[in-house]
């Protein structure tokens, strides 16, 4: 039996793409996984499987089920537990509502245009990792210097969750 984190792009933001978490846990419930638990309102499922997973068919489940179409980003355990482990900005981010891990479902674009310059973000962080990018916001993540098309611009999908949730979620995967 393997654990996986699925996190989903862009719902219950507002009044937009609103799935109740009742019906997202009866959706995967329905594809046979087992010990399905939502975090929030913002598209956060802890759930077993014993079949392999695969973000598209969940993405086409959900929308079958739900209506609403999002993107899902899918990490197992270890990866998940992997880029909470290599934030470089861990040190930096004293308060976890104000930093954001932002989950890959692929390498990125590196040569992406449109990233302000470090210099720019000052006194932000943004650094990009493997399969994750961090980025540390003091003055607030609605003040933040980087555009929102720079993440939609990085040729993967991109879903961000800060730090307090990302803990939460690493809480729920170590409860059996």
């Known amino acids: 039996m393997n654990r996986y984190v699925a996190l989903l792009r862009g719902i219950n933001v507002g009044t937009a793409k609103s799935i ?16 399905v638990r939502t975090l929030l309102r913002s598209g956060n499922v802890v759930f077993d499987s014993s079949d392999v997973v695969d973000a598209r068919s969940l993405e086409a489940a959900i929308a079958a089920a739900t209506g609403v179409s999002a993107p899902v980003v899918l990490v197992d355990d270890a990866r998940f537990r992997e880029i909470v482990a290599a934030n470089p900005l861990a040190s930096v981010s004293v308060d976890p509502s104000r930093a954001l891990v932002y989950f890959l479902d ?7 245009r449109g990233r302000p310059s470090d210099t720019d973000l000052l006194p932000e962080r943004l650094v990009a990792g493997p399969h994750a990018i961090y980025q540390w916001c003091p003055n607030g993540i609605s003040e933040s210097k980087v555009p929102a098309k720079y993440f939609l611009s990085l040729g993967v999908t991109a879903t961000g969750r800060n730090l307090r949730t990302v803990e939460k979620i690493v809480a729920l995967l170590d409860t059996p």
């Open 20 to 35: 109740a978490m009742a019906d997202l846990r009866a959706c995967f419930e329905a594809l046979g996984h087992e010990n």
């Open 106 to 112: 692929g390498p990125a674009d590196d040569t992406v």
